[in-house]
């Protein structure tokens, strides 16, 4: 008899972005395995007798995700309750597609509660909508700044116009920057978010140019979000009301 997995995406870093159904999951389980940016103050909502194993993780570290795959299956064939509690929202370049896939593979039930991802919760906490009608940004994309294998990012992926956001791309900033400023106006607004959602949030803002420049002389560290796009500007306007 086996248990059953979940996915349950935490949200973007503040704990009370998770949703409740998300929270009634976590509290019922017997087992959470959990990623290095989940916000920690949800472990608190666990059962006293739960088990709490840690498997962050950094970019690139393949091994290891082979390891947390055969670790949610050997909890659930201990036929228990397993949460596997991921950052943002497991399937926005969460890799839950892989660990949903391998469980199943094995005959376990595994159900996705979806989270909050970064990718909008980040810039709307900056005051930084996604899309707008004012500025022609009728769409967004979002990428990864890291490909499988450590590769950068190619040129299809990146949009010619409209709103692009960037999650874990400080690490290949530099070779970010010179495709993307292939393609786009170098003089296009941008924003580097750190720490979104939380209490320690800071955002720089300047011009695609000047990208690498403000990361480094900020000293900007992961996790942190990037924003391209013209709707950049509402900064200015929308974040006295956060």
Known sequence: MSGKVYL????????????????????????????????????????????????????????????????????AMENKIVVRLKGGDPYVLGRGEEECLFVTSKGIECEVIPGITSAIAVPAYAGIPVTSRIYSASGFTVISGTKA????????????????????????????????????????????????TTENQRVFTGELKDLVGIIKNNNVTSPAVIVIGEVVKFREYLWKFK
């Open 8 to 75: 349950v995406g935490a949200g973007p870093g503040d704990p009370e972005l998770i949703t409740v159904k998300g929270l009634k999951i976590l509290q019922k389980a017997d087992v959470v395995v959990y990623d290095r940016l989940i916000p920690k103050e949800l472990l608190n909502f666990c059962k006293v007798e739960a088990e709490k194993i840690y498997v962050g993780k950094n970019i690139g570290d393949y091994v290891i995700q082979d390891e947390i795959n055969e670790l949610l299956v050997k909890k």
């Open 149 to 196: 294998e450590d590769k950068v990012i190619d040129e299809d992926y990146i949009p010619r116009k409209g709103t692009l956001v960037i999650l874990m791309g400080l690490r290949k900033i530099e070779n970010i920057v010179n495709i993307i400023i292939k393609l786009r106006n170098e003089r296009e607004p941008v924003a580097v978010i750190e720490n979104g």
